[in-house]
């Protein structure tokens, strides 16, 4: 069976600094993985995926994820966060094997951004 | 704005009703998936729908029901409803049937209130 793991509930940055949210995954055949943002009171919205090819991926408003298939890992990073980037973020995986393409979430992970 | 629309926002019922949440996919897109989010389960798969057919299920109650109209838009049932269904629920589309690569894009969420 597949899981997501985002081994932090919170992470505080300050504005303009680096921002970095992990994650890590296990499932049987080649993953495929997403990041979503939540905003309060908003839908998931899609950030970036990774599917093949180049490990580094970009994505929207500024983010971007290195997949690492020796540490199973897809973390997403920001090189200078903004106020704007609080919000819950969540990792997801779809292993290859699915073919329907249902969505294993993690936790989550809640980014807060200080001025 | 996804693109994907559901309705309605917030619903409030008594233990024991049942109730419709009603989501209308991207335009042209086939596959609509429900997934439930509640503090203690975290974001879950419930039921995915391609072009009327059911196509995946996940932790899906047996009181919780889903159907896919001609016109593509996805109805979710839920009935004899308990505290514990209290939770925003998501409705999300992508274009194709099969593909773990898609993206899937999500609506707003109806937020379900069980007194």
């Known amino acids: 069976a597949q899981s997501v793991a985002q081994p932090e509930d919170q992470v505080n940055v300050a504005e303009g600094n680096p921002l970095t949210v992990k994650c890590t995954y296990s499932?049987?055949?080649?993953?495929?993985l997403f990041w979503y943002v939540q905003y309060p009171n908003r839908g998931l919205q899609f950030l970036l995926k990774?599917?093949?090819?180049?490990?580094l991926v970009k994505g929207s408003y500024g983010f971007e994820a290195e997949f690492n298939k020796s540490q199973t890992s897809f973390h997403l990073k920001k090189p200078s966060a903004l106020v704007s980037d609080s919000a819950l973020y969540f990792c997801a995986v779809s292993p290859s094997t699915d073919s329907w393409g249902k969505l294993q979430f993690g936790a989550g992970t809640q980014v807060v951004v200080t001025p | 704005d996804s693109g994907v629309t559901q309705t309605p926002k917030h619903l409030i019922t008594a233990t024991g009703q049942r109730v419709t949440l009603r989501c209308s996919p991207r335009s042209g897109d086939l596959s609509v998936y429900w997934y439930q989010q509640s503090l203690d389960q975290g974001l879950q798969f419930l039921i995915q729908?391609?072009?009327?057919?059911?196509?995946a299920k996940g932790n899906i109650l047996e009181r919780f029901s889903a159907q896919q109209f001609p016109d593509l838009h996805s109805e979710l049932n839920l009935s004899s409803l308990e505290l514990g269904d209290s939770a925003l629920y998501f409705c999300?589309?992508?274009?194709?049937?099969?593909?773990?690569?898609?993206?899937?894009?999500f609506g707003p969420g109806t937020r379900l209130t069980v007194l």
């Open positions: 499932v049987s055949g080649n993953p495929y």
């Open positions: 990774y599917i093949t090819g180049d490990n």
């Open positions: 999300a589309s992508s274009s194709l049937a099969r593909g773990s690569t898609d993206t899937q894009y």
């Open positions: 729908y391609y072009n009327g057919e059911e196509r």
